[in-house]
């Protein structure tokens, strides 16, 4: 099972990224998928993430709910981050995680650094 995450950069405060985590080997239908951000000398903390590919499925830590969306494509596999109104406080290594609904067993990507700053 691979988990690969993309679309990190920097970004001005306020600005916007998405991310994208394509897994292969590993259906989202049947699994919690989602992401952690780890910043520097805190711990790794969960962010957001969806059950299957459905909408209605989502969690969202408070300290990004209203401002990330997440949403899953089944065709493709993969699972996408949209952040808005980024503060210097998202600033962190974002990691593609997953579980798996039946087993518990759990997978990570290597992470894609965001940077907000001015």
């Known amino acids: 099972v691979q988990l690969q995450a993309s679309g990190g950069g920097l970004v001005q405060p306020g600005g916007s990224l998405r991310l994208s985590c394509v897994i292969s080997?590993?259906?989202?239908?049947?699994?919690?998928t989602g992401w952690y951000r780890q910043a520097p000398g805190k711990q790794r903390e969960f962010v957001a993430s969806i059950t299957g590919t459905s909408t209605d499925k989502t969690k969202f830590s408070p300290s990004v709910e209203g401002r990330f969306t997440i949403s899953g494509d089944y065709a493709k596999n993969a699972i996408y981050l949209e952040m808005n109104s980024l503060t210097p406080e998202d600033t962190a290594v974002y990691y593609c995680?997953?579980?798996?609904?039946?087993?518990?067993?759990?997978?990570w990507g290597k992470g894609t650094l965001v940077t907000v700053s001015s």
């Open positions: 995680h997953q579980r798996r609904i039946v087993t518990g067993v759990e997978y």
């Open positions: 080997g590993s259906s989202i239908i049947i699994s919690e």
